[in-house]
Structure formats: C-alpha cells, structure tokens
C-alpha cells in the first residue's frame, strides 16, 4: 500500500527556477528517500533521510524532514532542462527494508 | 560497481499466455531482491521481496509469482496472463545491512493484449 503522497501532482517551471514538491507519510518511518524517474526509465536514488534530521543537502537538492508532521518537502535549485522527470518519496521503517512509495510528482522544466 | 539488468525490455502478449521476465544483479553478493510494477502515471506497488536464495514473500495476492533460483537471479513468472497484469515492471535491489536504498533496473514494459 501507498504511505507517502506527492504534492503537487504536477509542476511547470522555467529553466533556472527553484522546484518544490511536498511529500505526506501517515505511520511512523526509520528514513525517509526521494527518487527520480525519467520517462520510461527506472527509478534512480536520490537522497536518504533519517527520522532523527531535519534538512539534508546533495548538490542542488534540499530536502527537509518534518516527523510532527509527517511530511517531507525536495527542493531542485537552479532548475535545468535535465531536471524534467517524476520525483518520488518512498518511506521505510526499521528493519524492514521494504519501501513503500506515493504518486510522484511530474516536473517539467521549459527551455 | 554494481550493475542490474532487466530483460527483455518490451513484451507484447496475449491474454493467457505465460510470463517470465528476468532480473539479474552483478557485482555484490547476497543482495535483497525486490520486482515492483508501475501503472501508468501511478507510484510503484511492491509485488514480491526475497532476502535469499528460495525466499519470496509476496505482498500482493494476485496472478503472479516470483522465485530466486541463483543469489542474483530474480524471476517473475504468471501461467496466464489477464488483462489486468499489463504495466512497467521494475526490479531491484539494496544491500540490506542497515542500508535502505535501493538501486532499480531499466524496466520491463508489458502489455497484454
């Protein structure tokens, strides 16, 4: 079953814009991960976030983890064109190493 | 470095035929497995899991199995396919050990006609 849902569904930006999408979750996670998916392509691993941080950076990625709401937020810097992609979260609890992931959220990135 | 490959990339099949698709890892040992499927526009539903060699679990009931005949080889397979099986199929894998990423294949695109 879904835990986490992507919001927006959907975001259009312009090249050089900063992108930001929202991630809910409703039980408790031991990490928090986001994903890229470019158009029929796997999933690739983006960053990981623990239950005890708050804010992560990775280049041009920010993330934010907010367990008292159980929400999470992917902030893109600088947006390019190679940016365009479905950006999901995917929660896991501990020891359990299965993941389970929301909807997405689709980015397109305008020239 | 680690590799995983999906094959075949694409599979067009008629409604009761059977299925196999293959996912295979290079480059690490003992990995954790995992076969996933994508519908159009949608999120990944987990299919089958396996931590070993001949160890499934399944997460959803439906008209598909799995097994893991080899450390790196993971199967799944279905006697007839329905309608309702067509989607992107993504295998993957992670190292477990206190490490939760996970790294995908490029995908098997299905569709049952």
């Known amino acids: 079953s879904q835990q986490g849902e992507e919001d927006p569904q959907a975001l259009s930006i312009q090249e050089g814009e900063n992108a930001t999408m929202n991630c809910s979750y409703k039980?408790?996670?031991?990490?928090l991960q986001w994903y890229r998916q470019n158009s029929g392509r796997g999933l690739v691993h983006l960053i990981l976030?623990?239950?005890?941080?708050r804010e992560k950076h990775s280049g041009r990625l920010r993330v934010t983890l907010d367990t008292s709401k159980k929400s999470s937020s992917l902030l893109i810097t600088a947006s390019r064109a190679a940016d365009t992609a479905s950006y999901f979260c995917?929660?896991?609890?501990?020891?359990?190493?299965?993941?389970?992931f929301g909807a997405g959220t689709t980015v397109t990135v305008r020239a | 470095s680690q590799t995983i490959h999906q094959w075949p990339a694409t599979l067009v099949q008629p409604v009761g035929s059977p299925l196999s698709l293959e996912c295979t890892v290079e480059?690490?040992?003992?990995?954790?497995l995992y076969w996933y499927r994508q519908a159009a526009g949608r999120g990944l539903q987990l299919l089958f899991y396996?931590?070993?060699?001949?160890?499934i679990s399944s997460e959803v009931p439906q008209n598909l199995s799995a097994s893991r005949p080899q450390d790196r080889q993971f199967i799944l397979s279905s006697k007839k396919l329905l309608l309702s099986d067509s989607g992107f199929y993504l295998c993957?894998?992670?190292?477990?050990?206190?490490?939760?990423?996970?790294?995908f294949g490029p995908g098997t695109r299905l569709t049952v006609t």
């Open positions: 993957a894998w992670s190292t477990g050990e206190g490490s939760y990423e996970q790294y």
């Open positions: 039980t408790s996670i031991n990490n």
């Open positions: 976030i623990r239950s005890n941080e």
């Open positions: 995917a929660t896991d609890s501990r020891g359990d190493y299965k993941l389970s």
């Open positions: 480059g690490t040992s003992n990995p954790n």
């Open positions: 396996s931590v070993g060699i001949g160890q």
